[in-house]
């Protein structure tokens, strides 16, 4: 599904064109602290390429979303999280919460998360 881009805070980010705390980059991926963390460890790993939400995906985007999981696990373990255990996130639009609309995975970790859904 082709996609007209649209510059959202995330392409900023990748941009370097507004502060962020990055804490890896490469050609596919970008990934950085949340300013206002949910838990101990909040890290939000976004595609470089805009792709508004999972339902924009396709099978062109497989290696740059592959490389959001294999960079979620890269940084658990850097942040001393993988052993005990996190939780990934990815939102799908208004009613599955996504808040930006530039797909992006949340790491979240160092304590104990609640229910993922309130009952």
């Known amino acids: 599904m082709a996609t007209e881009y649209q510059e959202t805070i995330f392409t900023k980010i990748i941009n370097k064109e507004i502060p962020a705390n990055i804490v890896y980059q490469d050609e596919l991926v970008?990934?950085?602290?949340?300013?206002?963390?949910?838990?101990?460890?909040?890290?939000?790993?976004?595609?470089?390429?805009?792709?508004?939400?999972?339902?924009?995906?396709?099978?062109?985007?497989?290696?740059?979303?592959?490389?959001?999981?294999?960079?979620?696990?890269?940084?658990?373990?850097?942040?001393?999280?993988?052993?005990e255990g996190y939780r990934l996130v990815m939102n799908c639009n208004k009613n599955g919460g996504q808040e930006v609309f530039h797909?992006?995975?949340?790491?979240?970790?160092?304590?104990?998360?609640?229910?993922?859904?309130a009952k």
């Open 30 to 83: 970008t990934a950085f602290r949340d300013i206002a963390p949910q838990a101990p460890t909040h890290i939000l790993i976004i595609p470089n390429k805009f792709i508004p939400t999972v339902n924009h995906v396709s099978s062109e985007d497989e290696l740059a979303l592959g490389r959001l999981f294999t960079v979620a696990a890269k940084l658990a373990q850097e942040e001393g999280i993988a052993e």
């Open 103 to 117: 797909i992006h995975m949340h790491l979240l970790g160092g304590q104990k998360l609640g229910p993922l859904v």
